[in-house]
């Protein structure tokens, strides 16, 4: 298992995080019944497994990172021999002690070995050393690997947006309480 090495980007590192592998595969979906109903609307989601994988793009352009990383909190890299391995975003959330994971991004050569846990967990400690109250992250109800990964981390979804990303799917929402 290789040793990673987690700092703060520098605007070197940006146009290196941009090349890597962005997308992922996945077997399980969260599948969203929308049910109406005489006292209101009705909606659930449930875990469905793929007949077969499915390889999925990210959800929005990976170049927007070079316009948009100076605006970020926090831009977290992960590195294995000198070589980005992976990287984590993170924005002021509209709650002003609060802060929102933008993107959480692992290299498929790297992933499985732990280093989105640790970009999570410096995260969660760069948050709470600046008092914050909750961290926020978003993702494609396709991002199976992702939930396992909040999930396993602590965090309880809480809510979605239909038609959220640019390709209309579907973004789910969960938080992490740091108090």
Excluded at 151 to 163: E, I, N, P, R, V
Aim: net charge negative; proline share 8%; hydrophobic share 40%.
């Amino acid at each position: 298992m290789p040793t990673f090495v987690v700092r703060p980007a520098i605007s070197s590192d940006i146009p290196r995080l941009v090349q890597l592998d962005h997308g992922y595969s996945t077997d399980h979906v969260w599948q969203m019944a929308h049910q109406p109903g005489q006292a209101g609307v009705e909606v659930a989601f449930r875990e469905v497994r793929l007949p077969r994988p499915m390889r999925v793009g990210y959800p929005r352009p990976v170049e927007r990172l070079v316009d948009e990383w100076t605006d970020r909190s926090l831009v977290l890299i992960g590195e294995s021999d000198e070589r980005p391995a992976g990287y984590l975003a993170m924005a002021p959330a509209p709650s002003p002690d609060a802060q929102w994971i933008t993107d959480l991004v692992v290299d498929p050569a790297f992933r499985r070995q732990g280093l989105a846990q640790r970009l999570l967990g410096e995260a969660i400690g760069w948050a709470r050393a600046r008092s914050q109250s909750r961290l926020f992250v978003e993702m494609q109800s396709k991002n199976h690997p992702a939930i396992q990964l909040v999930q396993k981390m602590g965090f309880a979804f809480s809510g979605y947006s239909d038609f959220y990303y640019p390709n209309e799917d579907i973004a789910l929402f969960f938080s992490f309480a740091l108090s």
